[in-house]
């Protein structure tokens, strides 16, 4: 499966941004999705996830709350809903997927999408 991230850019703090994940190649609803950012040198943080169905989702607790991830699997695409943007949230962020569990660590996931960049200024 490929995976295209998109929907980033600049923002200010407070506002909200929409992320998508659109897949192509194979059977998307096959496999979970994971989104992750990374900000500099800094190692690439888990968010959020979600089951092949939809019906089980799971976050990193520093952005529960203000983030949801939902998917489509009628449109092949993922979504990162973030709210209340920090500066502390910009970064590169990038969607992933795997066939197996919807897992936490990168090393979980076998494909992944060219991240977006999303910027919050003050």
């Known amino acids: 499966v490929q995976l295209q991230a998109s929907g980033g850019g600049l923002v200010q703090a407070g506002d909200s941004v929409l992320l998508s994940c659109s897949a192509s190649?194979?059977?998307?609803?096959?496999?979970?999705i994971g989104w992750f950012r990374q900000a500099g040198e800094n190692e690439r943080e888990f968010l959020a996830t979600?089951?092949?169905?939809?019906?089980?989702?799971d976050y990193a607790e520093s952005v529960k709350g203000r983030f949801t991830i939902s998917r489509d699997n009628t449109k092949n695409t993922a979504y990162l809903q973030m709210n209340n943007l920090k500066v502390e949230d910009t970064a590169v962020y990038y969607c992933a997927a795997d066939m197996l569990d919807a897992g936490v660590e990168v090393g979980d996931y076998d494909h992944w999408g060219q991240g977006t960049l999303v910027t919050v200024s003050s």
């Open positions: 190649g194979d059977t998307f609803d096959s496999y979970a």
């Open positions: 979600i089951s092949w169905g939809g019906g089980r989702a």
